[in-house]
């Protein structure tokens, strides 16, 4: 089992910086493969991007590229999403995810853990 929690969300201007963090406990957090994803209210979840279980690697969504930034530290068993240049569009609450076998994956189905989610919300 992997307990995700993330936290750091918060109501921002557009044009603003925010980021999050996800702590994970339970297993060896350098096992996993760590994704962000979003959900804003009536829409699908949505994927951000995701980094390898080494932090060589990542895959971005492309309405977020060259905003937003993933990284991890596997000594603190933590991911973060530095988020700037922010949008009302980017209005979401967004979770992270660990994946055990599959890496570097966009689909929500193919991770096996879930955090409950922080909320970011974007004025315009």
């Known amino acids: 089992q992997v307990q995700l929690v993330e936290s750091g969300g918060g109501l921002v201007q557009a044009g603003g910086s925010l980021k999050l963090s996800c702590a994970a406990s339970?297993?060896?957090?350098?096992?996993?493969?760590m994704g962000w994803f979003r959900q804003a209210p009536g829409m699908e979840r949505e994927f951000v991007g995701v980094?390898?279980?080494?932090?060589?690697?990542?895959r971005d969504a492309d309405s977020v590229e060259g905003r937003f930034t993933i990284s991890r530290d596997n000594a603190k068993n933590t991911v973060y999403l530095q988020m700037n240049s922010l949008e009302p569009e980017d209005t979401a609450v967004y979770y992270c995810?660990?994946?055990?076998?599959?890496?570097?994956?966009?689909?929500?189905?193919?991770?096996?853990?879930w955090g409950q989610g922080t909320q970011v919300t974007v004025s315009s």
């Open positions: 995810a660990a994946a055990g076998s599959l890496i570097m994956v966009a689909r929500a189905k193919d991770y096996d853990y």
């Open positions: 339970g297993r060896t957090f350098s096992s996993y493969s």
């Open positions: 980094i390898s279980r080494s932090g060589g690697s990542v």
